[in-house]
């Protein structure tokens, strides 16, 4: 029975297969140093003070650009202040399921936030086909360039507060979730719209007053995409 000896006898002179890989060099370090990220981020409870001071300043300025363009005399009566009372409150819901942390800190779902993106235009045109009329004869032009520029001046800044809070944000679907957040901001501008302007008509109605809604959805889609990933 051959020994130990013998069975190890020439094992040296086997070659390494992996010989050319230990000649290499080692890989260059890069250069550069790994800098910091420009700004720190932020706490979940300062992210939480700086959502909440930035829909109280938009809301503020909702209201105050309403009642500067003037209130609509019908606005007590049941059948206008109460559906302007349900889109305020399903904005101010639709919001916090879209911004609140679910368990664990994680945000809410990516369906929950299609879901919400697409129920706001669909319900507010639902409810514009069975609320309002066709208006014989047709509304002026002018009407309705008048109220899409108050749209437009009425949605700059709560569309811009929501860009530079929920800046890195979204952890996931960012475009899908700046698309929700900004047609629930274009929601709580509708609000402001129909409080003050009296038009019935379904074209007007749906055109006009739904601009923001639709352009809250293009652009916090885009703003999302752009910076809204954490």
């Known amino acids: ?22 000649a290499r060099p080692p890989p260059a370090l890069a ?25 109280l300043a938009g809301l503020a300025w909702i209201l105050l650009f309403s009642w500067g363009e003037g209130l609509r005399d019908d606005l007590g009566s049941p059948r206008v202040a109460v559906p302007l009372a349900v889109a305020a409150v399903l904005s101010g819901l639709g919001l916090l399921l879209a911004l609140r942390p679910r368990a664990r800190g994680l945000p809410a779902s990516v369906r ?3 879901a919400l993106a697409v129920a706001v235009p669909v319900g507010f045109l639902a409810a514009a086909v069975v609320r309002s009329g066709v ?9 309705h360039l008048r109220c899409v520029a108050s749209a437009l001046c009425t949605a700059l800044v709560p569309f811009a507060l929501a860009a530079l809070v929920l800046r890195r944000s979204f952890l996931s679907a960012p475009a899908w979730r700046g698309a929700a957040i900004g047609s629930l901001c274009g929601l709580g501008v509708v609000v402001g719209l129909e409080a003050h302007c009296a038009l019935d008509d379904l074209l007007h109605v749906a055109v006009a007053h739904g601009l ?19």
């Open 31 to 55: 250069e550069a140093p790994a800098e910091a990220p420009a700004e720190p981020s932020l706490t979940r409870p300062a992210r939480e003070r700086r959502a909440l001071s930035a829909t």
């Open 135 to 143: 208006a014989d004869p047709p509304v002026p032009l002018e009407l």
């Open 1 to 22: 029975m051959a020994n130990e000896h013998d069975l190890l006898r020439g094992i040296e002179d086997i070659p390494d297969p992996a010989a050319h890989l230990a």
């Open 112 to 114: 929950a936030i299609q």
């Open 212 to 230: 923001p809604i639709a352009a809250g959805a293009l652009l916090g889609a885009a703003a999302g995409a752009l910076r809204g990933r954490a």
